[in-house]
């Protein structure tokens, strides 16, 4: 126990070190695709990219977002640097293929790709209606297997540069949380996919790396409504939402650090121990800190 304990200080120790190693030549000239970039972590990761130097194609639902988001890379990055978006709804599988296509063309290939997007389903117990049975395939859908798709067809054009692949995830995809049944489910199976992915892409010498960040409550603007629409004021005032802009950096530099786990805010990485640890107690916490709906 104490020398698992003393290993993982050690590791915790490390990975800080490791991320304090960023520099921007590591992201500068890269061509990078942010998927669900019209708001949010997407967004600011947008920003990120383009702060730092890269070439960014960002793509979501709503073209006039997707305007805006890139008239202010351009404000943030230089006249050498490539902006694009491409307008595109997660549920429409088959439009995946030609998504990353389509990214290629506009950058001239692909070096990051960035899965960020999530379906936002509205909070509540799971009751087995037909309602939470279509919306579970929904969310399903865009959350896990359009993820699968797109870093599939994006996989051949980010080996050709040892490229990377950043999953954005969450701490319901280590712990199962109460309301959000369904997202938590997508987010275990991106952990389980992407996961045996990497052991594949290692045993094959294929240098691509895919990096998974588990973030914990970040202040996004549709993260605070909902959560405040659904009566958990008290979670948000005892937690501290994490800002979405220091959250898109540390996702940023996991990326370009090429390091297996992102956790953040580094809370997230505690609260975790306890999982392996002490389940009950974990379930407990946090059954404490949620409130019943209104
Ligand atoms: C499940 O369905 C019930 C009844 O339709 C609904 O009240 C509840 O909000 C749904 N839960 C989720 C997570 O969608
Ligand atoms: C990718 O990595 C392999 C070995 O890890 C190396 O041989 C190759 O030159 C690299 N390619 C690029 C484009 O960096």
Request: glycine share 10%.
């Amino acid at each position: 126990m104490i020398l698992k304990l003393f290993v993982v200080m050690c590791g915790m120790i490390l990975g800080h070190w490791l991320i304090d190693d960023f520099d921007s030549g590591l992201v500068k000239g890269k061509r990078v695709l942010v998927t669900g970039a019209s708001t949010g972590i997407g967004e600011q990761l947008a920003y990120q990219y383009a702060e730092h130097g890269a070439h960014v194609v960002i793509t979501a639902r709503r073209e006039n977002r997707l305007k805006e988001v890139i008239e202010e890379c351009k404000t943030r990055g230089n006249k050498d640097q490539k902006f694009g978006y491409i307008v595109g709804d997660m549920l429409d599988i088959d439009s995946t293929e030609n998504l990353i296509k389509n990214a290629v063309d506009k950058l001239g290939g692909l070096d990051v790709v960035v899965l960020n997007h999530i379906l936002l389903n509205t909070l509540g117990f799971w009751e087995g209606s037909s309602h939470n049975f279509s919306s579970l395939e929904r969310i399903m859908t865009v959350n896990f297997h359009s993820y699968v798709h797109l870093a599939s067809h994006a996989l051949p054009y980010v080996e050709k540069n040892n490229g990377s692949i950043v999953v954005v995830s969450s701490v319901a995809g280590k712990v199962g949380q109460m309301y959000v049944t369904g997202y938590s489910a997508s987010k275990f199976a991106l952990g389980g996919f992407f996961g045996g992915l990497r052991q594949e892409l290692r045993m094959r010498n294929r240098d691509v790396s895919i990096t998974l960040c588990t973030l914990g409550l970040i202040g996004t603007e549709t993260a605070i409504n909902a959560l405040s629409n659904f009566g958990q004021d008290f979670i948000l005032k005892a937690v501290g939402p994490a800002s979405p802009r220091d959250t898109a950096l540390a996702v940023m530099k996991g990326g370009a650090l090429r390091v297996r786990e992102v956790f953040y805010p580094e809370s997230v990485y505690y609260q975790l121990l306890f999982r392996d640890w002490c389940p009950e107690i974990l379930d407990y916490f946090i059954r404490w800190m949620t409130s019943m709906p209104e």
